[in-house]
């Protein structure tokens, strides 16, 4: 297997971008786009985004909340991870656990530290669960590693109501919803850039990078998206950045979005 792509960040630190795309002739286990729920209008996807109501997922979710995959390609791992600690704030769980993105990436990573698809965390986030960082920090990336009382745990957090995303309309439904989507990117030099609104610029590529989006809002007149990283806070307005669907045109057919409608918790 080829070494996966390294870009160096804003402060020098080497980011391995472990997106992996799906093998030739790869058929997907999900069910087709009629699944995707809920699915609303352009009109009702308006309404909601500009209520007075509607308050900013970065208003929610603070600098606390961005986490950092540092040197492993566990990406995917980490954006599931965060998504599915921001779907159990949004549900009302209010104890600010932070869930472990090694975890998840241990089981979707083959044993070697060589990415994953982003379906296999989809398919993880519901079978498994994600153990606590506070028992699997950030560089205990395989099972053999793993606390005897790690799968226990892990059990206790999975994401249910979890469904592929395979429509762009999909996609800004389950925003608009207040479903974490897990996404893929191209990540290089312009991914890095953000203009004067806080937009990060396109890398062309089938998509090298997961992360997840947590809001859609207008930003500048244009639809955006809120994006946030896994490099902690040195990347772009701490740790996110806002994207535009033209950071997707190259990914989204390629890699199996996902959305995280709701979380299971058990004592």
Known sequence: MDELEVIIDATGTERRCGSLLPPQGFVSAFAPYESEKPLYSDTQIREIITANSRVPRRQIFGASWVLDQKSHGSCNGFAGAGALQQARRLRGINDNLLLSGAWLYSLINGNRDQGSMLEDGLDAVQIHGIAPASLVPWDMIYQRQMPANAAAEAEKHKGIVCYAVQTKQGF??????????????????????????????????????????????????????????????SYGDQGRAWLTWASFEQTFTSHTFYAVGSTEERD
């Open 172 to 233: 800004r439904s389950a925003l608009a919803a207040g479903f974490p989507v897990i996404v893929a990117v191209h990540a290089g030099s312009n991914f890095q850039r953000l203009d004067s609104n806080g937009v990060a610029g396109v890398d062309r590529g089938n998509g090298n990078h997961a992360v997840f989006c947590q809001d859609i809002a207008l930003v500048g007149n244009r639809e955006c998206y809120d994006m946030q990283n896994s490099w902690n806070l």
